[in-house]
């Protein structure tokens, strides 16, 4: 059971991370554009908090998570911040832009979406997951599971009020979207305990149903980077609801080895995809105004050679993978 389950997050990793390459060429008025904005990035919390194990050692899981996420993240930025400047920039790009630039990224979150058109604007995600698995293992290791249960309730509160009472209230690295993305974290943690696969076939049709409302409501998005919810409660239940469509799916494509072993090595490199995939796109377009299909398809495979690459090398697997080889980190 247990390998079957590492199997399936592995496809639904991968599933997702096709959506969010989708859903960043896709018109913003096309019906599939907005399926995807219901559901996408939740999906990715949902997946790390169904993963997560709690750490006594706060302070050697946050060091952990630096490892892990941050490093990364500046690392990501160098190396595609100088392969652009190579590639991409004009001759005499100002020196004063790139100090915008970088002082854009130290800071994250929405400023991402002023930096070379766009191309660092998925990074929010991994800082808002380094807020996010750090607070939750905080809030599990110092309360009780009642009380656990309350917070996140408040947090998910909070979320609704940043979004709707204060929608241009932000905080560097999306710290604040972590209000939303803890709850979600959370649903996936417990959902550990409950065996749901044999209900499978019921949330993909209750999932199929949920992206066809959406004809009806088109309000009903969930777009997480600008703390824009939909409808309050309605819209993160119908996210979870497509959260669940996807793990079924992952279930049924699990049996079979040949579409497994695609979704699962693509899930495998979602990270590195998730941090390349406007990048190559920036480029592509420049030397080939390359569109979809072939598009998607080429941001696709592009960064997971970057990622079998980063994967060789012991280098380039802490600066680009977070992975290392250390001592476990105590219980």
Same mark, same amino acid.
Not at 190 to 208: A, E, M, P, T
């Given at each position: 059971?247990?390998?079957?389950?590492? /199997?399936?997050?592995?496809? =639904?990793?991968?599933?997702?991370?096709? @959506?969010?390459?989708?859903?960043?060429?896709?018109?913003?008025?096309?019906?599939?554009?907005?399926?995807?904005?219901?559901?996408?990035?939740?999906?990715? #919390?949902?997946?790390?908090?169904?993963?997560?194990?709690?750490?006594?050692?706060?302070?050697?899981?946050?060091?952990?998570?630096? $490892?892990?996420?941050?490093?990364?993240?500046?690392?990501?930025?160098?190396?595609? !911040?100088?392969?652009?400047?190579?590639? !991409?920039?004009?001759?005499?790009?100002?020196?004063? !832009?790139?100090?915008?630039?970088?002082?854009?990224?130290?800071?994250? *979150? $929405?400023?991402?979406?002023?930096?070379?058109?766009?191309?660092?604007?998925?990074?929010?995600?991994?800082?808002?997951?380094?807020?996010?698995?750090?607070?939750?293992?905080?809030?599990?290791?110092? #309360?009780?599971?009642?009380?656990?249960?309350?917070?996140?309730?408040?947090?998910?509160?909070?979320? !609704?009020?940043?979004?709707?009472?204060?929608?241009?209230?932000?905080?560097?690295?999306?710290?604040?979207? =972590?209000?939303? =993305?803890?709850?979600?974290?959370?649903?996936?943690?417990?959902? $550990?305990?409950?065996?749901?696969?044999?209900?499978?076939?019921?949330?993909?049709?209750? *999932?199929?149903?949920?992206?066809?409302?959406?004809?009806?409501?088109?309000?009903?998005? #969930?777009?997480?980077?600008?703390?824009?919810?939909?409808?309050?409660?309605?819209?993160?239940? @119908?996210?979870?609801? @497509?959260?669940?469509?996807? $793990?079924?799916?992952?279930?049924?494509?699990?049996?079979?080895?040949?579409?497994?072993?695609?979704?699962?090595?693509?899930?495998?490199?979602?990270?590195?995809?998730? +941090?390349?995939?406007?990048?190559?796109? +920036?480029?592509?377009?420049?030397?080939? /105004?390359?569109?979809?299909?072939? +598009?998607?398809?080429?941001?696709?495979?592009?960064?997971?050679?970057?990622?079998?690459?980063?994967?060789?090398?012991?280098?380039?697997?802490?600066?680009?993978?977070?992975?290392?080889?250390?001592?476990?980190?105590?219980?």
């Amino acid at each position: 059971m247990k390998e079957e389950r590492i /199997e399936w997050v592995d496809i =639904a990793k991968g599933i997702g991370i096709i @959506c969010v390459v989708m859903g960043h060429i896709f018109q913003s008025q096309m019906l599939a554009h907005k399926i995807i904005y219901l559901f996408h990035m939740p999906l990715f #919390f949902y997946i790390s908090g169904f993963l997560h194990k709690v750490k006594q050692n706060n302070r050697a899981y946050i060091i952990q998570k630096i $490892r892990n996420l941050i490093i990364p993240y500046f690392s990501i930025f160098i190396f595609v !911040y100088l392969s652009f400047f190579i590639l !991409y920039f004009p001759k005499g790009y100002p020196v004063e !832009y790139i100090k915008i630039d970088i002082l854009y990224y130290l800071q994250g *979150g $929405r400023l991402l979406r002023e930096i070379v058109d766009n191309v660092f604007v998925v990074m929010w995600f991994i800082t808002c997951l380094f807020f996010t698995q750090v607070i939750y293992n905080m809030i599990q290791t110092t #309360f009780k599971p009642k009380i656990v249960h309350i917070i996140i309730v408040l947090l998910l509160m909070a979320a !609704y009020i940043n979004s709707i009472c204060f929608p241009v209230f932000w905080l560097y690295w999306g710290a604040n979207i =972590a209000l939303m =993305a803890i709850p979600i974290y959370h649903i996936g943690f417990v959902s $550990r305990k409950v065996n749901l696969d044999k209900y499978s076939f019921g949330f993909i049709i209750g *999932g199929i149903l949920v992206c066809l409302s959406l004809i009806l409501f088109p309000q009903n998005r #969930f777009d997480m980077m600008l703390n824009d919810y939909g409808i309050p409660f309605v819209t993160l239940l @119908c996210s979870i609801i @497509c959260i669940y469509m996807i $793990r079924g799916i992952s279930v049924y494509i699990s049996r079979n080895a040949f579409l497994s072993g695609i979704f699962s090595e693509l899930g495998k490199a979602s990270l590195v995809i998730m +941090a390349f995939h406007l990048p190559v796109y +920036a480029l592509l377009w420049k030397y080939f /105004e390359l569109k979809s299909p072939l +598009a998607i398809v080429s941001i696709i495979v592009i960064p997971y050679c970057f990622y079998l690459i980063f994967n060789r090398f012991k280098v380039t697997q802490v600066l680009f993978l977070g992975k290392y080889k250390s001592k476990q980190i105590q219980k």
